[in-house]
């Protein structure tokens, strides 16, 4: 068993702060007027910043305001707002290019719950968890999101801690069958005993009282662990915030689509996603499959966007700009906006380079993921893929052309065979903001692995 003086801070101070900031939460939450639909908390794909791909399990404080600092004078106009904390804040002592299992120092509090690494995280001393960086976003206009892992710590369970507002302890609630197989600091939460659901309210109660706005559960959807997913749903359904639920990582098993849309607000389709054309290339066969399952609230979840500057120190890769080409950037954000993707950045925003952060500050382009329906592709001819959706009105057609070949392409796309419209037509295309009118068709050439993104006047 681990040493209890180096992974635990736990005080009855702490216990009673807890106790009054989750019923200070419950209060202001009471007070308000929060939908009992937890689709109405996204009504569009999320925008926002993840520190995954650029600091791994190895965030801190620090780069988390400067992330958020510039989301917030850059981005936020734009509709980004989401700020999340990756992977195991819990562990003081984590590493870079995998995981810290050897000697893991976790931080945790008397009822089995993680709280934020002091060291990593300054402001969260003395019991007050990620309520004060959750305070500091805010009065940014931005959301404070974490990651979590499912189940109840392994920690818990061998320390026998108590489940809170029960009689239970971690060890009357766990199973060590379906452990997670890459990351061992979880056992599962067994739907059937008594006290399980009561530890899923309890975690959430906390997050809640911090301010949490956002979640994401790992090992939560492949394999797709139903039971968890609605006990899950169950406590932020009653936790008395708007907290929206990601579910990760992927891929989703598709037969469980209809579930997934009525238990998250986002669910994975592909585990991570880095910044090669093979990945990027696959995410038109997925896309296509996943279509189907889309609706105001609940969204397929393509991954973070491998841009700008990743590998800092992450649990994959070296220090670098994203190795996609621009044309290759350009796809990523045209397939993600028309496919409707929640969208969040995965590199270091004050250091990644400009074409990068360009991308994220398109009005038009972000109108179509944010705004667009009728999401489909349209045909496939070889290399080249047509998607297309239209604005709500119904005055705008949009469509993106992909070349997915490794050399160019030259494109002629008529609108009256391909869209049956007749007559001619003003397009614009909405990368460049290049205004053409009185046109039928489209006649161009696509770089390798390159898209183009049209608004089609009706």
Not at 20 to 47: G, K, R
Not at 88 to 103: M, Q
Not at 104 to 115: A, E, K, L
Not at 230 to 258: H, Q
Request: with cysteine; glycine share 6%; charged share 20%.
């Amino acid at each position: 068993m681990q040493k209890m003086n180096s992974k635990f801070i736990v005080t009855k101070k702490v216990i009673i702060l807890f106790a009054l900031l989750i019923s200070i939460s419950s209060i202001v939450s009471a007070q308000q007027n929060i939908s009992t639909d937890f689709h109405d908390w996204a009504p569009t794909p999320p925008l926002g910043w993840n520190s995954w791909d650029c600091y791994g399990p190895n965030v801190t404080e620090g780069e988390v305001k400067a992330n958020a600092d510039f989301l917030a004078a850059h981005l936020k106009q734009y509709g980004w707002e989401y700020i999340v904390v990756d992977i195991r804040w819990y562990v003081a002592n984590d590493k870079s290019h995998g995981y810290n299992e050897t000697d893991p120092q976790y931080n945790i509090d008397s009822f089995g719950r993680f709280i934020p690494a002091v060291n990593r995280f300054p402001s969260s001393a003395d019991g007050k968890g990620f309520k004060p960086l959750a305070d500091y976003l805010h009065s940014k206009g931005l959301k404070l999101g974490i990651h979590i892992m499912r189940g109840v710590p392994v920690i818990a369970v061998k320390n026998k801690m108590p489940v809170y507002g029960t009689n239970k302890t971690a060890t009357d609630i766990y199973s060590d069958s379906m452990q997670c197989p890459w990351l061992h600091d979880m056992f599962t939460v067994d739907a059937s005993k008594d006290g399980a659901q009561q530890y899923y309210n309890s975690i959430i109660n906390l997050y809640a009282g911090w301010g949490v706005d956002f979640i994401k559960c790992d090992d939560l959807s492949r394999p797709y662990h139903k039971a968890e997913i609605e006990m899950l749903r169950k406590a932020i359904d009653n936790c008395g915030r708007k907290i929206v639920l990601s579910m990760s990582p992927g891929e989703t098993p598709i037969a469980e689509g209809k579930h997934a849309m009525m238990h998250a607000n986002l669910w994975r389709t592909i585990d991570d996603f880095w910044d090669n054309w093979p990945e990027l290339k696959a995410h038109f066969d997925i896309f296509k499959r996943w279509n189907q399952y889309r609706t105001a609230g609940a969204y397929p979840d393509g991954d973070m966007l491998p841009l700008g500057h990743l590998g800092i120190k992450a649990e994959r890769g070296n220090d670098r700009q994203s190795l996609f080409t621009k044309d290759e950037q350009y796809t990523l954000m045209t397939l993600w906006s028309i496919f409707r993707s929640p969208l969040m950045f995965g590199g270091d925003l004050p250091t990644s380079n400009e074409f990068a952060i360009s991308l994220l500050t398109n009005k038009d382009v972000i109108q179509v993921l944010q705004n667009s329906i009728n999401n489909k592709e349209l045909f496939r001819d070889g290399d080249i893929i047509a998607w297309t959706a239209t604005d709500a009105g119904k005055k705008l057609i949009y469509l993106a052309l992909f070349n997915t070949g490794d050399s160019a392409k030259q494109v002629n796309f008529s609108f009256q065979s391909r869209l049956g419209l007749t007559g001619k037509h003003a397009i614009k295309n909405l990368w460049t903001g290049i205004l053409i009118k009185n046109v039928d068709a489209i006649k161009t050439s696509i770089n390798a692995h390159g898209a183009l993104l049209y608004s089609i006047q009706r």
